[in-house]
Protein backbone atom coordinates (compact mmCIF):
# COMPACT_ATOMS: atom_id res chain seq x y z
CA UNK A 1 0.00 0.00 0.00
CA UNK A 2 1.14 3.39 -1.32
CA UNK A 3 2.01 6.21 2.09
CA UNK A 4 1.73 9.55 1.85
CA UNK A 5 2.79 11.22 -1.19
CA UNK A 6 3.82 15.14 -1.54
CA UNK A 7 4.68 16.93 -4.39
CA UNK A 8 7.09 18.73 -5.16
CA UNK A 9 9.81 17.73 -2.71
CA UNK A 10 11.42 21.01 -3.03
CA UNK A 11 10.28 24.36 -4.29
CA UNK A 12 12.32 27.69 -4.53
CA UNK A 13 10.51 30.71 -5.20
CA UNK A 14 11.07 34.13 -5.26
CA UNK A 15 8.97 36.65 -2.58
CA UNK A 16 5.64 37.24 -4.23
CA UNK A 17 5.61 34.20 -6.35
CA UNK A 18 2.90 31.47 -6.27
CA UNK A 19 3.28 28.06 -4.94
CA UNK A 20 1.04 25.11 -4.81
CA UNK A 21 2.24 21.74 -2.86
CA UNK A 22 0.19 18.57 -3.32
CA UNK A 23 -0.70 15.89 -1.52
CA UNK A 24 -1.58 12.48 -2.00
CA UNK A 25 -3.21 10.90 1.00
CA UNK A 26 -3.49 7.12 1.22
CA UNK A 27 -6.17 5.56 -0.68
CA UNK A 28 -9.83 5.25 1.74
CA UNK A 29 -8.12 7.89 4.46
CA UNK A 30 -11.00 10.43 4.73
CA UNK A 31 -9.19 12.77 7.36
CA UNK A 32 -6.49 14.81 5.82
CA UNK A 33 -4.33 17.35 7.16
CA UNK A 34 -1.09 19.88 6.54
CA UNK A 35 1.17 20.54 8.95
CA UNK A 36 4.30 23.03 8.61
CA UNK A 37 7.70 23.37 10.48
CA UNK A 38 9.85 26.93 10.32
CA UNK A 39 13.01 26.70 10.56
CA UNK A 40 14.33 24.85 14.15
CA UNK A 41 10.27 25.54 15.55
CA UNK A 42 7.96 23.26 16.45
CA UNK A 43 5.73 21.45 13.69
CA UNK A 44 2.21 23.68 13.67
CA UNK A 45 -1.33 22.23 12.90
CA UNK A 46 -2.32 24.38 9.91
CA UNK A 47 -5.82 22.49 8.90
CA UNK A 48 -7.68 19.08 8.62
CA UNK A 49 -10.30 18.12 5.76
CA UNK A 50 -13.01 15.15 6.48
CA UNK A 51 -13.14 14.12 2.77
CA UNK A 52 -13.65 17.84 0.97
CA UNK A 53 -14.77 19.62 3.87
CA UNK A 54 -12.71 21.62 6.31
CA UNK A 55 -12.87 20.46 10.02
CA UNK A 56 -10.63 22.50 11.28
CA UNK A 57 -8.97 25.38 9.79
CA UNK A 58 -7.89 27.13 13.06
CA UNK A 59 -3.93 26.95 12.23
CA UNK A 60 -4.38 28.73 8.50
CA UNK A 61 -1.64 31.82 9.36
CA UNK A 62 -3.58 33.77 6.75
CA UNK A 63 -5.57 34.55 3.48
CA UNK A 64 -2.59 34.34 0.94
CA UNK A 65 -2.85 30.07 2.25
CA UNK A 66 -5.78 28.26 0.37
CA UNK A 67 -6.22 24.79 0.65
CA UNK A 68 -8.47 22.77 -1.44
CA UNK A 69 -9.48 19.12 -1.37
CA UNK A 70 -11.88 19.13 -4.26
CA UNK A 71 -13.49 15.16 -4.66
CA UNK A 72 -11.79 14.21 -1.32
CA UNK A 73 -9.18 12.71 -2.65
CA UNK A 74 -5.81 14.64 -3.08
CA UNK A 75 -5.54 18.00 -1.62
CA UNK A 76 -3.78 21.10 -2.34
CA UNK A 77 -2.16 23.79 -0.47
CA UNK A 78 -1.84 27.20 -2.31
CA UNK A 79 0.72 30.40 -1.36
CA UNK A 80 -0.19 33.50 -2.89
CA UNK A 81 1.78 35.71 -2.75
CA UNK A 82 4.56 34.13 -1.12
CA UNK A 83 6.11 35.98 1.68
CA UNK A 84 9.84 34.93 3.19
CA UNK A 85 8.59 33.68 6.49
CA UNK A 86 6.63 31.53 4.96
CA UNK A 87 9.74 29.36 4.23
CA UNK A 88 9.76 25.81 6.11
CA UNK A 89 8.96 22.16 5.74
CA UNK A 90 4.95 21.61 4.74
CA UNK A 91 3.80 18.40 6.29
CA UNK A 92 1.04 16.23 4.95
CA UNK A 93 -1.26 12.92 7.05
CA UNK A 94 -3.98 11.23 6.71
CA UNK A 95 -5.83 8.62 8.62
CA UNK A 96 -8.85 6.74 8.21
CA UNK A 97 -12.16 7.46 9.05
CA UNK A 98 -12.79 5.40 12.61
CA UNK A 99 -8.72 5.81 13.20
CA UNK A 100 -8.09 9.47 14.81
CA UNK A 101 -5.06 8.41 16.51
CA UNK A 102 -2.24 7.81 14.11
CA UNK A 103 -1.77 10.15 11.64
CA UNK A 104 0.47 9.21 8.35
CA UNK A 105 2.43 11.65 7.44
CA UNK A 106 3.96 12.23 3.90
CA UNK A 107 7.92 13.32 3.96
CA UNK A 108 7.24 16.44 3.07
CA UNK A 109 8.00 19.32 0.97
CA UNK A 110 10.53 22.36 1.84
CA UNK A 111 10.00 25.40 0.79
CA UNK A 112 11.83 28.23 0.27
CA UNK A 113 11.12 31.71 -0.48
CA UNK A 114 13.93 34.25 -2.05
CA UNK B 1 -4.71 26.53 24.61
CA UNK B 2 -2.66 22.88 24.32
CA UNK B 3 1.41 23.07 24.31
CA UNK B 4 3.91 20.43 24.69
CA UNK B 5 7.35 21.17 25.73
CA UNK B 6 10.43 18.82 25.41
CA UNK B 7 13.66 18.58 26.86
CA UNK B 8 16.41 20.47 24.09
CA UNK B 9 18.72 19.13 22.32
CA UNK B 10 20.36 18.18 20.89
CA UNK B 11 21.68 14.80 22.56
CA UNK B 12 24.98 13.23 22.02
CA UNK B 13 25.01 9.23 23.53
CA UNK B 14 27.39 6.50 22.85
CA UNK B 15 26.06 2.82 21.67
CA UNK B 16 24.59 1.07 24.21
CA UNK B 17 23.69 4.03 26.85
CA UNK B 18 20.22 5.11 28.27
CA UNK B 19 18.27 7.48 26.78
CA UNK B 20 15.68 9.79 28.35
CA UNK B 21 14.15 12.74 26.36
CA UNK B 22 11.51 14.65 28.49
CA UNK B 23 7.75 15.68 27.24
CA UNK B 24 5.43 17.75 29.40
CA UNK B 25 2.03 19.21 28.38
CA UNK B 26 -0.68 21.25 29.06
CA UNK B 27 -4.13 20.57 27.95
CA UNK B 28 -7.72 19.99 29.60
CA UNK B 29 -9.08 16.75 30.11
CA UNK B 30 -7.30 13.77 28.75
CA UNK B 31 -5.77 14.45 25.30
CA UNK B 32 -3.64 11.31 23.66
CA UNK B 33 -0.01 11.24 23.83
CA UNK B 34 2.16 10.33 20.88
CA UNK B 35 5.91 9.73 20.06
CA UNK B 36 6.99 10.42 16.45
CA UNK B 37 10.53 10.11 15.15
CA UNK B 38 11.67 11.58 11.88
CA UNK B 39 14.74 9.59 10.70
CA UNK B 40 16.89 11.62 7.85
CA UNK B 41 15.52 12.33 4.76
CA UNK B 42 12.14 10.49 5.38
CA UNK B 43 8.25 11.76 7.20
CA UNK B 44 7.39 11.39 10.51
CA UNK B 45 6.58 8.38 11.71
CA UNK B 46 4.62 7.42 14.98
CA UNK B 47 6.88 5.79 17.32
CA UNK B 48 4.33 5.10 20.23
CA UNK B 49 1.26 6.03 21.51
CA UNK B 50 -1.12 6.30 25.01
CA UNK B 51 -4.42 7.25 25.02
CA UNK B 52 -5.47 7.32 28.82
CA UNK B 53 -3.92 8.05 32.16
CA UNK B 54 -0.99 5.07 33.10
CA UNK B 55 -1.08 3.43 29.63
CA UNK B 56 2.31 2.75 28.51
CA UNK B 57 3.43 2.55 24.68
CA UNK B 58 5.87 0.74 23.63
CA UNK B 59 7.77 -0.03 20.49
CA UNK B 60 11.08 -0.79 18.88
CA UNK B 61 12.68 -1.25 22.80
CA UNK B 62 11.71 2.60 23.41
CA UNK B 63 8.77 3.12 26.35
CA UNK B 64 7.03 5.94 26.97
CA UNK B 65 4.34 6.29 30.55
CA UNK B 66 1.37 8.45 30.23
CA UNK B 67 1.61 10.55 33.84
CA UNK B 68 -1.30 12.97 34.20
CA UNK B 69 -0.12 13.77 37.56
CA UNK B 70 2.58 15.49 36.39
CA UNK B 71 1.49 15.62 32.87
CA UNK B 72 4.43 14.19 31.33
CA UNK B 73 5.59 11.69 28.68
CA UNK B 74 9.02 10.95 29.00
CA UNK B 75 10.69 8.40 26.10
CA UNK B 76 13.05 5.74 27.37
CA UNK B 77 15.10 3.28 25.68
CA UNK B 78 17.47 1.34 27.96
CA UNK B 79 20.39 0.80 25.20
CA UNK B 80 19.82 3.06 22.17
CA UNK B 81 21.75 2.08 18.89
CA UNK B 82 23.50 4.24 16.11
CA UNK B 83 20.28 2.99 13.71
CA UNK B 84 17.94 5.46 16.55
CA UNK B 85 19.94 9.05 15.56
CA UNK B 86 17.01 10.37 14.38
CA UNK B 87 14.76 13.68 15.72
CA UNK B 88 12.22 12.82 17.99
CA UNK B 89 8.87 14.78 18.40
CA UNK B 90 6.33 14.56 21.16
CA UNK B 91 2.70 15.18 20.37
CA UNK B 92 -0.97 15.47 21.86
CA UNK B 93 -4.26 15.47 20.45
CA UNK B 94 -7.15 16.82 22.24
CA UNK B 95 -9.89 14.81 23.67
CA UNK B 96 -12.30 16.03 21.69
CA UNK B 97 -14.02 19.29 20.56
CA UNK B 98 -13.95 20.89 17.30
CA UNK B 99 -10.22 20.04 16.84
CA UNK B 100 -9.93 17.08 17.26
CA UNK B 101 -7.82 16.16 14.79
CA UNK B 102 -4.59 18.58 15.49
CA UNK B 103 -1.86 17.28 16.72
CA UNK B 104 0.29 19.89 19.09
CA UNK B 105 4.22 19.07 18.52
CA UNK B 106 6.89 20.12 20.84
CA UNK B 107 10.27 21.30 19.49
CA UNK B 108 11.91 17.71 18.30
CA UNK B 109 15.16 16.50 19.84
CA UNK B 110 17.48 15.84 17.77
CA UNK B 111 19.36 12.18 18.78
CA UNK B 112 22.53 11.14 17.42
CA UNK B 113 24.29 7.77 18.64
CA UNK B 114 28.10 7.18 18.32
CA UNK B 115 29.58 3.92 18.28
Known amino acids: EAGVTQFPSHSVIEKGQTVTLRCDPI?????LYWYRRVMGKEIKFLLHFVKESKQDESGMPNNRFLAERTGGTYSTLKVQPAELEDSGVYFC????????????FGPGTRLTVL | GNSVTQMEGPVTLSEEAFLTINCTYT??????LFWYVQYPGEGLQLLLK?????DKGSNKGFEATYRKETTSFHLEKGSVQVSDSAVYFC??????????????FGQGTILTVHP
Open chain 2, 50 to 54: ATKAD
Open chain 1, 27 to 31: SGHDN
Open chain 2, 91 to 104: ALRPAGGTSYGKLT
Open chain 1, 93 to 104: ASSPSQAYNEQF
Open chain 2, 27 to 32: ATGYPS
